[in-house]
């Protein structure tokens, strides 16, 4: 069982993040973190691993820094790590990531692939469904559970109110919602293995793209502008009786901010 | 001059930090309320295999350079200053004399078993009469045909109580002072060797510590862990500049958290229709935070390099333990005054923070005797 798990390295959620000059560049503190809904997709790899033998092969596309990413799947368990870089793969959007990411995963062989439903930074939840459709994979997002046998999946998704369960023949993808696992804490071995691990880079030039395939120039979709959200107004407490303040609320409710 | 940590340091470093964030820092403040060493947590912590880090990895151990060592305690404080004494004190004192010297039997009984943290070791120096004055020490080691019979009570002991292996300073002769000082190992279940009386410490709550009683405990001659008598002194410099730039470490570790709870309050409490953060006082506070502990951070790291180096390093660890301790304690009141009378609720972490630095006062040497042992060493003797 080949499994390829999709990681994207993120700022801390802890870090500070700035809107540029020019409006659509953002100022993010250096503080670099997986991205959480990755992380019970490489844990969910390793179960199936452990179950049925096979591989894990963890892949990111970003700058060097993403190295971490790699190498803390690695550190949990994973046989190997890819590191997508290049300067022509940078500041695209979900379509050119997804198109190069797909590029990557088909050079091997594979069953099974794995992301996050969502990266945490931008929130757009689109790279795993889009890899799917570049591979002509049935695409499972969201799972809470995931059962493998004999070249088909059954996997549990959280629906509204309920549970659907889905079967789909395999090799497919699958997107990881929390509550799917509880990833593991790396134990020191695989921290060692991690920090020895040469990690396996590739160009878009590797992947017989052209730069204007990938990143920006790759990109359909474009940052017009970033903007902060509104100021919320500051608390406004009324005095008084509390019939003729409960009078003054409901007044202030209608009339002013006129929410009914 | 290179102050970069290397990509496998880094690495570590970011490790240490989410592991410690995702086992340790949940657990901080129970530790510390019910005053109990957290077996469930030792458990769940040194099955990660951290214990052997100092040690090869032909014995199941990392072979860490000192610097990433100083991570590990670095980031162990940070989470839980309690724990990261029981941790620390397995992992370097508690077992640095037995991978030494002892004997391939002693090792397979003592050390791999603590480096799984299976055992839980102890290093026993401080006396009711003497701690930082080892030459003061009274507790007896008699030869009696080939076996040692030991006398004496220890104190302030570490993991004393519920250790299952303790590295014990002994005197074979008082009048020699220093010079005849040793270290031997005694397990628990000899007869004799008992815990006593457990301190109710103002901080690092977690760890137990108290008073180990030795009485006629008779051990055999390969529990000496050295290879000749009286030379335990000269075995203890070959982890003084660890530890006390360990204990460095622990203060950076105790200041970061501080710090970032400063940090987070200053920038969310609301104060006269602003956040505290914008008015200048609170800001000079931080200033001088950020600017004593990154002078602080580069002393200890400067001093865990020149140990990994083996460059002479006493005089670089000292400073580094005096300076790093006092910014922490600063910091740590800082923060308190930053908080406000919150700081003074049990119900958040400033107290705590502010409790548990002052153990760094005693730990790796008071800074009287450490001031008098630099300014001794600057002088020179008139």
């Given at each position: 069982m080949n499994i390829v798990v999709l990681v994207k390295q993120i700022p801390d959620p802890e870090a500070l993040v700035a809107i540029g000059g020019d409006g659509v560049s953002l100022a993010i503190e250096p503080k670099f973190a997986m991205n959480v809904f990755d992380e019970f997709a490489i844990e969910e790899a390793l179960r199936i691993k452990a179950r049925h033998t096979g591989k894990v092969r963890v892949i990111a596309l970003g700058s060097g820094k993403a190295i971490e990413v790699l190498r803390t799947g690695i550190a949990m368990g994973a046989d190997e790590a890819l590191l997508l870089e290049d300067?022509?793969?940078?500041?695209?959007?979900g379509y050119a990531t997804a198109f190069v990411l797909s590029r990557a995963i088909a050079q091997e062989p594979f069953d099974i692939i794995l992301c996050g439903r969502q990266a945490i930074d931008d929130d757009r939840g689109e790279v795993g469904q889009m890899v799917a459709q570049f591979l002509g994979l049935p695409h499972v997002g969201g799972i809470v559970k995931l059962d493998v046998t004999d070249g088909r999946a059954v996997a549990e998704v959280a629906v509204e109110g309920g549970q659907e369960t889905v079967e789909v023949p395999l090799p497919a993808l699958f997107t990881a919602q929390k509550g799917l696992n509880e990833p593991r804490v790396p134990l020191i071995t695989g921290v060692m293995k991690a920090m020895k691990a040469q990690i396996a880079r590739l160009t878009a030039a590797d992947l017989g793209l052209a730069p204007a395939q990938a990143g920006r120039s790759g990109a359909k979709v474009k940052v017009v502008q970033y903007s902060l959200p509104k100021k919320k107004p500051a608390v406004q407490i009324i005095s008084g009786e509390p019939r003729e303040a409960a009078m003054e609320a409901v007044r202030i409710l209608m009339d002013v901010e006129k929410v009914f | 001059m290179d102050f970069a940590l290397t990509e496998e340091q880094e690495f570590f470093k970011k490790i240490i930090t989410d592991t410690v964030d995702r086992l340790i820092v949940p657990k901080a403040r129970e530790i510390d309320e019910k005053e109990e060493f957290p077996r469930e947590l030792w458990r769940e912590f040194t099955g990660l295999g951290y214990l052997g880090l100092r040690y090869p990895e032909e014995i199941g151990g990392m072979n860490a350079d000192p610097v990433t060592a100083m991570i590990f305690y670095e980031q162990l404080a940070r989470g839980s200053v309690g724990f990261a004494q029981s941790v620390i004190m397995n992992a370097l004192m508690g077992t640095y004399f037995i991978y030494r010297f002892g004997t391939e039997e002693i090792k397979k009984r003592c050390l791999y078993p603590a480096m799984r943290g299976e055992k839980i070791a102890t290093m026993c120096f401080t006396e009711d009469q003497s701690g930082s004055d080892l030459?003061?020490?009274?507790t007896r080691a008699e030869k009696d045909g080939s076996d040692w019979v030991l006398n004496g009570t220890k104190m302030w002991i570490t993991n004393g109580p519920i250790a299952d292996i303790a590295t014990v300073l002994a005197t074979t002769d008082m009048a020699k002072g220093a010079k005849g000082l040793n270290f031997f190992l005694v397990e628990k279940g000899t007869p004799g060797f008992s815990p006593g009386q457990v301190l109710d410490k103002l901080g690092c709550r977690g760890t137990v510590t108290g008073e180990l009683v030795f009485d006629n405990v008779r051990i055999p001659a390969e529990n000496l862990l050295g290879t000749e008598v009286n030379k335990g002194v000269e075995y203890l410099s070959e982890i003084l500049d660890e530890v006390r730039t360990m204990t460095g470490a622990m203060a950076l570790g105790i200041a970061q958290a501080a710090y970032d709870e400063g940090l987070d309050y200053a920038r969310k409490r609301v104060a006269f229709g602003k956040t505290i953060g914008s008015y200048q006082l609170i800001r000079a506070k931080f200033a001088d935070m950020a600017t004593e502990m990154e002078a602080s951070r580069l002393m200890v790291y400067y001093a865990a390099w020149r140990i990994k180096e083996k460059l002479s390093c006493r005089k670089e660890a000292a400073m580094a333990k005096m300076f790093a301790t006092e910014t922490c304690l600063k910091v740590v009141d800082e923060v308190t005054r930053i908080w406000?009378?919150?700081?003074?609720?049990?119900?958040?972490?400033p107290q705590r923070y502010f409790r548990d630095a002052r153990f760094l006062l005693y730990g790796g040497g008071t800074h009287e005797i450490i001031k008098d042992f630099l300014g001794r060493m600057i002088i020179g003797k008139h």
């Open positions: 300067e022509a793969f940078l500041d695209g959007d | 030459a003061a020490t009274r406000g009378a919150n700081a003074f609720a049990h119900e958040y972490n």
